[in-house]
């Protein structure tokens, strides 16, 4: 059964930083496709970064590039999401991602609010 818990959100004044996390079981985050997302109330799901398995590359929404680093830990099984110089725009609830054996799993997500 596959498993994701995000965390790491918070509160965080604008051009701050948050690390968040993702702890899965189930799957190995090392030889997966993964990815974070993140939602406002009243507006569709976002795409905010993704990274293939092995050495395979990332990619990441415009409005994030340059801040944003998705990365994942070999040996905890972790996928991270380090952001800094934090916008207003960034608020929302992170969600991890995993798309496994032609099926999209979600984690329950971790708030991240951006104000001063």
């Known amino acids: 059964q596959v498993q994701l818990k995000e965390s790491g959100g918070g509160l965080v004044q604008p051009g701050g930083s948050l690390k968040l996390s993702c702890a899965a079981s189930g799957i190995t985050v090392v030889s997966s496709h993964m990815s974070w997302f993140r939602q406002v109330p009243g507006k569709e799901r976002e795409f905010v970064a993704r990274i293939g398995p092995g050495g395979s590359g990332t990619s990441y929404v415009d409005s994030v590039k340059g801040r944003f680093t998705i990365s994942r830990s070999y040996a905890g099984n972790t996928l991270y999401l380090q952001m800094t110089n934090l916008e207003p725009e960034d608020t929302g609830t992170y969600y991890c991602?995993?798309?496994?054996?032609?099926?999209?799993?979600w984690g329950q997500g971790t708030q991240v609010t951006v104000s001063s």
């Open positions: 991602n995993v798309f496994y054996r032609g099926h999209q799993h």
